[in-house]
């Protein structure tokens, strides 16, 4: 059974929300992204699994490398929620 993830569970960990921080103006490399938090690299792993199957990032190949790139189009969802609620 694979589970279906949306942008809502993606932003809704801390860590994750970190990480969008970090690669939102520039990629970074998957060892860049970690050296920022103090959990495992294999935790760093499964929140960029996360997110990368969320669309809110990818994750490319340069050589050895592996870099994380930001696509932020997927927020839409989030602003367009919001803003049903905003007369409120």
Known sequence: MMIRRDVFQAIADPTRRNIIGLIAHRSLNLNAVADNFDISRPA???HI??????????V????RDRFCEANFSKLGEVSDWIEQYRSF
Do not use: D, P, W
């Open 44 to 46: 760093i792993s499964k």
């Open 49 to 58: 699994k996360i997110l990368t199957e969320c669309g809110l990032l990818t």
């Open 60 to 63: 490319k190949k340069r050589g």
